[in-house]
């Protein structure tokens, strides 16, 4: 059973900084793009950002020089750094992973979500 399983979240203030983790367990044979999205209240969910398995990464224009994505393919993990958080950003926030169980076989996962609330 793969699993993401996401850490870090919680309460910053306005201009803070937060990093989240998303670690991947259980059986599989690699794992390709791994992202983040998040879900604003009322709204839905989108992209933040992604990283391909040698390291290129893409952003939603919002976060462009805020945010950071990286990730340890050791230990099956990837990152986000958000630096000078905005209130509108407050969001729940998912990893996502495209994870093959086989060389013929990817589909993607979600972690469960941690919220990230921005407020003083």
């Known amino acids: 059973q793969v699993q993401l399983v996401e850490s870090g979240g919680g309460l910053v203030q306005p201009g803070g900084s937060l990093r989240l983790a998303c670690v991947a367990s259980?059986?599989?044979?690699?794992?390709?793009?791994m992202g983040w999205y998040r879900q604003a209240p009322g709204k839905e969910r989108e992209l933040v950002t992604t990283i391909t398995g040698g390291g290129s990464t893409n952003y939603a224009d919002s976060v462009k020089g805020r945010f950071a994505i990286s990730r340890t393919n050791a230990n099956n993990t990837v990152y986000l750094q958000m630096y000078s958080q905005k209130p509108e950003n407050t969001a729940v926030y998912y990893c996502?992973?495209?994870?093959?169980?086989?060389?013929?076989?990817?589909?993607?996962?979600w972690g469960q979500g941690t919220q990230v609330p921005v407020s003083s």
């Open positions: 996502n992973a495209m994870i093959a169980s086989s060389r013929w076989n990817t589909r993607a996962y």
């Open positions: 259980g059986s599989f044979f690699s794992i390709h793009a």
